[in-house]
Antibody
Framework: QVQLVESGGGVVQPGGSLRLSCEAAGFIFSDYGMHWVRQAPGEGLEWVTFIRYDGTFEDYTDSVKGRFTISRDNSKNTLSLQMDGLRAEDTAVYFC???????????????WGQGTLVTVSS | DVQMTQSPSSLSASVGDRVTITCRASQGIKNYLTWVQQKAGKAPKSLIYTASTLHSGVPSRFSGSGSGTDFTLTISSLQPEDFATYYCQQYNTYPPTFGAGTKVEIK
């Protein structure tokens, strides 16, 4: 049974930094791409970033390029998101999500974590 | 980016009703479409991928259809646990994009 547990959310001032983590269990972490998807308060879902199963490729939505960095440690089954230069519009619940397809850049999701709230406010 | 338009944005229905939600893509996406359910304050749950394939453990009252630009999610007999918001998402064209959601409420 797939388990994804996020942590690291909190309140941060505009321009500040935060690092989110996602601990994975119940599947071979190193065989699947991973994503971060966010949801602003009262809004819908927005894909943020993806990292390939082996960490050799990553991609970002335009609004976070140059500010957010996704990474993974396959030896520790952990996904991370370093968020720098945070803005008010980054306020959201951040979910980590497992890609559907084995060793593929599929951009669809089959399992989600419970989310961690990031609030950017002065 | 591919725009995903869902309708209706909300609906009221009773237990046992048949419910249909539509999703239209701004350009053809073959069958690279998923449906996601989200209950209030909870994590999303993936229901369907490739437009019509149910994820493991999803009840058979859920079904999906469509190809190209027009898709539907049908719940054949609405159950109390199905009251939630449903999102479609395309993954044919980068970046992956979601619809705005359809909230299914109790009548």
């Amino acid at each position: 049974q797939v388990q994804l547990v996020e942590s690291g959310g909190g309140v941060v001032q505009p321009g500040g930094s935060l690092r989110l983590s996602c601990e994975a269990a119940g599947f071979i972490f190193s065989d699947y791409g991973m994503h971060w998807v966010r949801q602003a308060p009262g809004e819908g879902l927005e894909w943020v970033t993806f990292i390939r199963y082996d960490g050799t490729f990553e991609d970002y939505t335009d609004s976070v390029k140059g500010r957010f960095t996704i990474s993974r440690d396959n030896s520790k089954n952990t996904l991370s998101l370093q968020m720098d230069g945070l803005r008010a519009e980054d306020t959201a619940v951040y979910f980590c999500a497992k890609d559907l397809e084995w060793k593929s850049d599929g951009f669809s999701f089959d399992s989600w974590g419970q989310g961690t709230l990031v609030t950017v406010s002065s | 980016d591919v725009q995903m338009t869902q309708s209706p944005s909300s609906l009221s229905a009773s237990v046992g009703d048949r419910v249909t939600i539509t999703c239209r893509a701004s350009q053809g996406i073959k069958n690279y479409l998923t449906w996601v359910q989200q209950k209030a304050g909870k994590a999303p749950k993936s229901l369907i991928y490739t437009a019509s394939t149910l994820h493991s453990g999803v009840p058979s009252r859920f079904s999906g259809s469509g190809s190209g630009t027009d898709f539907t999610l049908t719940i054949s007999s609405l159950q109390p646990e199905d009251f939630a918001t449903y999102y479609c998402q395309q993954y044919n064209t980068y970046p992956p994009t979601f619809g705005a959601g359809t909230k299914v409420e109790i009548k």
